[in-house]
T-cell receptor, first 109, second 114 residues
Framework: RKEVEQDPGPFNVPEGATVAFNCTYSNSASQSFFWYRQDCRKEPKLLMSVYSSGNEDGRFTAQLNRASQYISLLIRDSKLSDSATYLCVVTGGGNKLTFGTGTQLKVEL | DAGITQSPRHKVTETGTPVTLRCHQTENHRYMYWYRQDPGHGLRLIHYSYGVKDTDKGEVSDGYSVSRSKTEDFLLTLESATSSQTSVYFC?????????????FGPGTRLTVT
């Protein structure tokens, strides 16, 4: 079983739609969780950290369910510019991060 | 902008040649990391550093070595490049204003081994 699992997609959605991604992780000791965004042929960029209480940043909402060991990302009112690959990231041992392989989102007119 | 640069940005080399990739940061971060990214695998940690001359292996360290003689520079060396090392290599630093687990990435180096 992979340490971090994501549906690779692609998720094809119309502009203005709401879309949600889930991610499951296997290490119950993981303490920190993140969503990164990666555009084609670019470096990953931190989108948001995920807190136990859930957190929101504009159109983006992240949730953590420790009991079921999954993380979610909700994007409301999708924009064309949201098209990218979204990486789920959790802390592994020590100072290391474990990355999912990403979920591809395509927002269409 | 985390002030991270990587050089070269693109390189084509032949099997068996040595290759060194450089990561440079301007903000005095303690932790630095080297990853490779390949289709279907996500980002995988090669080596990381937790201070000058302090380094440790990641999950895919075979065939790679690193050095950190200054806080700002973290070098990744492929002693004898193989075709399986064709990949995109990203350097990262850890943390922002305070020590956190968040990592910030450089622009990447595309390496092709022929």
């Amino acid at each position: 079983r992979k340490e971090v699992e994501q549906d690779p997609g692609p998720f094809n959605v119309p502009e203005g739609a709401t879309v949600a991604f889930n991610c499951t992780y296997s290490n119950s000791a993981s303490q920190s969780f993140f969503w990164y965004r990666q555009d084609c042929r670019k470096e990953p960029k931190l989108l948001m950290s995920v807190y136990s209480s859930g957190n929101e940043d504009g159109r983006f909402t992240a949730q953590l369910n420790r009991a079921s060991q999954y993380i979610s990302l909700l994007i409301r009112d999708s924009k064309l510019s949201d098209s990218a690959t979204y990486l789920c990231v959790v802390t592994g041992g020590g100072n290391k991060l474990t990355f999912g392989t990403g979920t591809q989102l395509k927002v269409e007119l | 902008d985390a002030g991270i640069t990587q050089s070269p940005r693109h390189k084509v080399t032949e099997t068996g040649t040595p290759v060194t990739l450089r990561c440079h940061q301007t903000e005095n971060h303690r932790y630095m990391y080297w990853y490779r990214q390949d289709p279907g695998h996500g980002l995988r940690l090669i080596h990381y550093s937790y201070g000058v001359k302090d380094t440790d292996k990641g999950e895919v360290s075979d065939g790679y070595s690193v050095s950190r003689s200054k806080t700002e520079d973290f070098l990744l060396t492929l002693e004898s490049a193989t075709s399986s090392q064709t990949s995109v290599y990203f350097c990262a630093i850890r943390g922002g204003l305070a020590e956190t687990y968040e990592q910030y990435f450089g622009p990447g180096t595309r390496l092709t081994v022929t």
